[in-house]
């Protein structure tokens, strides 16, 4: 991979060559397709960045939980994500924002970093309720010339990665556990 430009997030050089060439989506594809026939483990939060995790897993020991294991493929993601059925939004990242308690507000609410207080956090909650993690793999990848992409799942069932901004700043980043390569997807701003 060529050296980091000045001001670009580190090991995100690629994507930008890929998307000022008019190969991003192709490159997503490319660099996703491992996760075709992985199991979909894994959604959750860290503040208001939604993580997912795909396949088996496998050891990923932390300062606080050194017996932790996750599943092997991670998807950080910094931008709009949902998760649909061929029916009705399930998972919304801006539900983050909204009371769990009080869903039909529609201001920010004060403890919205709280873990269990948001929509977001009910809805996961209520997901995993009805299907197990790992019961579904992931069929399909589809990428966009923007950094978006979309994984189908069975039953109809697809996350949804919509990067909405321009300028700098991190939309998502895929990532394998004890790998030490992250592929990071960024707006070109030099393009802007």
């Known amino acids: 991979m060529p050296g980091t430009l000045p001001g670009v997030i580190p090991?995100?050089?690629e994507t930008i060559d890929a998307w000022r060439a008019g190969r991003l989506a192709e490159l997503v594809n490319r660099v996703l397709e491992p996760l075709i026939g992985e199991p979909f483990m894994s959604l959750g939060r860290a503040a208001d960045m939604m993580w997912m995790g795909f396949g088996g897993e496998v050891f990923a020991p932390t300062r606080r939980n050194p017996e932790r294991r996750a599943a092997r493929h991670c998807i950080h993601v910094s931008c709009p994500l949902r998760l649909d059925s061929t029916v009705a939004?399930?998972?919304?990242?801006s539900d983050i924002y909204r009371s769990n308690q009080d869903r039909g507000?529609?201001?920010r609410f004060a403890d919205w970093d709280?873990?269990?207080?948001s929509l977001f956090d009910a809805s996961v909650a209520a997901f995993w309720s009805k299907h197990k993690p790992g019961s579904a793999v992931v069929e399909r990848v589809d990428a966009d010339a923007f950094g978006g992409l979309q994984l189908g799942l069975p039953d109809g069932h697809?996350?949804?990665?919509?990067?909405?901004?321009?300028?700098?700043?991190?939309?998502?980043?895929?990532?394998e556990l004890g790998g030490s390569d992250h592929f990071v997807v960024v707006p070109d701003i030099e393009s802007n």
């Open 11 to 13: 090991d995100s050089v």
């Open 89 to 93: 939004v399930l998972i919304a990242s």
């Open 114 to 117: 709280k873990p269990g207080a």
């Open 105 to 107: 507000a529609s201001e």
């Open 158 to 175: 697809t996350i949804r990665v919509f990067p909405n901004r321009s300028g700098a700043g991190e939309h998502w980043r895929y990532f």
